[in-house]
């Protein structure tokens, strides 16, 4: 699917692509969410552009993922999407060449229709192709910085469950801290790719005249990096007291057996001798036989709960 934009009255506006005539030379961004052959075609026909193949958008090597070709300057991004509950991370490519900015992924970014919705009314974001990269990322940091926000909130309400010792709530405190983990360490990916491709955009002479806007979206990014940091250490630190009060709560449960197999071996052994099938048993013809035999098995089983609390391991 194409979305193409122009720039008029220093608005950014979008307007529909449904064939290749539609793709005019006004056009200063185009959007490809996912496009099919045909469309890479109307592209390359209409602007001379090549355009990268989707297979090419996962590709971690940083030689991939910034760089300058005949085709322009190319940049690709991680995006933090989620659905559900469940974060993922999608690449998205940007290009710039030729007065025109070119955005490729195989998937909806909320940031890219974000952006637009801020774009329409602020018409120093649509200045050039770098105002609108740069544009793009801004509403993705801040978009980020929410999300860091809510991980936050996640971590008080879990944090206040495992120190009231909800121990019911355990196993769903523990899926909750490793959603949390797992949501910041993709958010961080996103950020590290952040301070690799920007500080590389900074030493690009096209992008000079953008250096302020560059240095304030690092600058940016250091900090949630900061953030990132201390969310994953009181991660660790939640995650290693829910445990702590799973093993005490297991502890306290094999702890009772164990209690109940050395209070019940005594009368069982009682039991055991009187049960065994000898003729001759002497106690077989006392009178008082049976009752001293339950008041024996009870003492021995009342006299190692003593010992035990007077030792303090109950």
């Known amino acids: 699917m194409l979305n193409a934009y122009i720039i008029a009255d220093r608005t950014l506006r979008k307007i529909p692509v449904n064939q290749a005539s539609d793709l005019v030379p006004a056009i200063r961004w185009l959007d490809l969410n996912n496009p099919t052959e045909q469309e890479r075609q109307w592209v390359k026909q209409a602007f001379q552009q090549e355009l990268q193949f989707m297979e090419e958008l996962g590709e971690i090597e940083a030689s991939a993922r910034f760089y300058r070709d005949d ?10 999407l989620g659905a559900d509950g469940v974060s993922r991370i999608a690449s998205v490519a940007f290009t710039v060449n030729q007065g025109r900015i070119y955005t490729l992924h195989a998937e909806e970014i ?3 229709r974000a952006f637009y919705s801020h774009a329409s009314s602020r018409p120093e974001l649509n200045d050039d192709p770098f105002s609108i990269l ?19 909130t996640d971590l008080e309400s879990l ?10 709530r355990m196993p769903r405190v523990l899926e909750g801290l490793a959603r949390v ?16 491709a920007f500080s590389q955009l900074l ?45 005490i709560e297991h502890s306290k449960r094999l702890n009772v057996f164990t209690v109940l197999s050395v209070v019940l071996m005594p009368p069982t052994l009682i039991a055991s001798v009187y ?5 001759h048993i002497p106690e077989l013809d006392w009178l008082w036989g049976y009752p001293l035999a339950l008041l024996a098995m009870l003492a021995a089983a009342v006299g190692p ?4 609390k007077r030792r303090e391991w109950l």
């Not at 049960?275 to 003729?279: I, V």
């Open 305 to 308: 709960i003593l010992y035990l």
């Open 71 to 80: 085709h322009g300057l190319h940049l690709n991004l991680y995006f933090l």
């Open 159 to 168: 944090s206040s469950a495992i120190f009231r010792g909800e121990k019911r």
């Open 110 to 112: 909320p940031e890219l």
């Open 134 to 152: 740069l544009g793009i990322v801004w509403v993705r940091v801040g978009l980020l910085a929410d999300n860091y926000e809510r991980l936050q």
């Open 181 to 196: 983990e797992d949501t910041n360490g993709k958010a961080r990916l996103g950020l590290l790719e952040n301070q690799r």
């Open 275 to 279: 049960g065994m099938n000898f003729r």
């Open 203 to 247: 030493r690009d002479s096209a992008a000079q005249m953008h250096a302020e806007e560059i240095n304030e979206i690092l600058r940016d990014v250091e900090s949630l990096m900061t953030h990132s940091t201390f969310l994953y250490e009181r991660t660790k630190f939640l995650m290693d007291s829910a445990l702590g009060v799973v093993n």
